[in-house]
């Protein structure tokens, strides 16, 4: 038995860590299923808010800890400079780092990195972990973290977990439905089709639509079923794909239209107040929720139990939106033709189709996009 995520709970068990929050990283699967079993743990829409979340849990005599991807610093340094550290409050970030050991996806590389200098630049404490052995780094270091009031980055090596034979898939089919929704909620029968199922029965109406896609398994999903040189994939930058959308559509008259998901509009939804605002009539968001972070290994989003997209971007404003489960409302909702800005919120069933990588560089798939919108 070889678990290096098992010896990673028990230290930090030891050290009384007793609060967790986390946005999903693939590369710590595992590790954040058990953490969800061993501690109190908040999931989160982004990683800047689990550091408000956390800096509250440490008034209140918690220890925290977070786990995040190195992606994920970029959003919270304003957060733990300006609020953890400048308080003065405990908290111990787990960093799944990226683009350093067999990384596949090159939009990890500018982040991942150059993650430790970002972090001593900004006067944050790193230790890099870069192996099983090294986890003694994380025991020596907590003390210092609860006991001084310090802010503590441990830069976890996907290396570490190479040969775990705790290896884990989560079961997709234990979704809790926890809050009360709300009257207005729109019926609509369950859902029904995968994300790759709903791209398919809309692949007709993307043809010579300009269409940006969201980053991990929907880019290469859309790839794999309609490539077209006026689709823009996106490889990383979660939460983007709705903004890059807004931006083009609002520079050009092509028609445009966003492949969004439930996380990563959880993660930026104030794009939609932004959209709603200027409602530009050739942008459609298709937002696909399957209830999922599908892309790092479906773990829950909270669309499975108290929000619903559809009244969100109603709430902001959107007033053309349609909530959509079938192929059949999927091609109608898509087709509709419509003054202004278009938000279609298209229940699916979580899971990925096994398609391989997508072949082009991200410098090709920009210039092809910059011809098509020059067109
Ligand atoms: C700032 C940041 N945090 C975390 C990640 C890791 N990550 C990549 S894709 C993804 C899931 C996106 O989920 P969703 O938008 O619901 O789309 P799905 O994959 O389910 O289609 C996550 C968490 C990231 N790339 N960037």
């Not at 829409?45 to 550091?51: C, D, K, L």
């Not at 001593?120 to 099983?132: D, K």
């Not at 441990?154 to 989560?170: D, H, Q, V, Y």
């Amino acid at each position: 038995m070889y678990s290096p995520e098992e010896e990673l709970i028990t230290i930090l068990k030891k050290s009384s860590v007793d609060f967790a929050a986390s946005l999903p990283c693939e590369k710590i699967k595992t590790l954040l299923e058990m953490v969800e079993e061993q501690f109190f743990h908040v999931p989160l829409t982004r990683e800047e808010e689990g550091v408000g979340i956390c800096a509250g849990a440490a008034l209140a005599g918690r220890r925290p800890a977070m786990f995040v991807q190195s992606s994920g610093i970029g959003n919270m340094l304003n957060a733990l400079l300006s609020l953890t550290q400048f308080y003065e409050l405990p908290l111990a970030i787990f960093v799944s780092q990226r683009g350093i050991y067999k990384e596949k996806i090159a939009a990890q590389f500018p982040m991942g990195q150059r993650l430790p200098a970002i972090l001593s630049g900004a006067g944050v404490p790193c230790s890099s972990i870069s192996s099983r052995d090294d986890l003694i780094v994380v025991a020596q270091n907590l003390p210092r973290v609860y006991e001084g009031n310090q802010v503590h980055a441990f830069l976890l090596n996907p290396a570490i977990w190479e040969g775990s034979t705790a290896l884990r898939e989560r079961a997709l089919d234990q979704r809790p439905v926890a809050c009360v929704i709300p009257d207005q909620r729109r019926e609509a029968s369950p859902p029904a089709l995968t994300r790759y199922e709903i791209i398919e029965a809309v692949a007709p109406c993307l043809a010579g639509k300009l269409v940006v896609s969201n980053l991990g398994w929907p880019s290469k999903e859309l790839y794999a079923i309609r490539h077209q040189s006026s689709n823009f994939y996106m490889l990383g930058s979660m939460g983007m794909v709705s903004p890059i959308g807004l931006g083009i559509s609002l520079s050009c008259k092509k028609d445009v239209v966003v492949i969004d998901g439930d996380g990563s509009l959880l993660m930026n939804p104030g794009i939609l107040a932004t959209a709603a605002h200027f409602a530009p009539g050739n942008l459609t968001i298709l937002a696909i929720d399957n209830s999922s972070y599908g892309s790092t290994g479906s773990q829950e989003t909270l669309t499975g139990s108290c929000v619903d997209l559809e009244l969100v971007a109603r709430g902001f404003g959107i007033g053309n939106t349609a909530k959509v489960s079938t192929q059949e409302e999927l091609a109608a909702a898509m087709g509709s033709v419509s003054k202004g800005l278009k938000f279609i919120h298209a229940l699916a069933v979580p899971g990925n189709r096994d398609v391989p990588n997508i072949p082009v560089d991200h410098i090709t798939v920009r210039n092809q996009v910059i011809d098509f919108l020059k067109e």
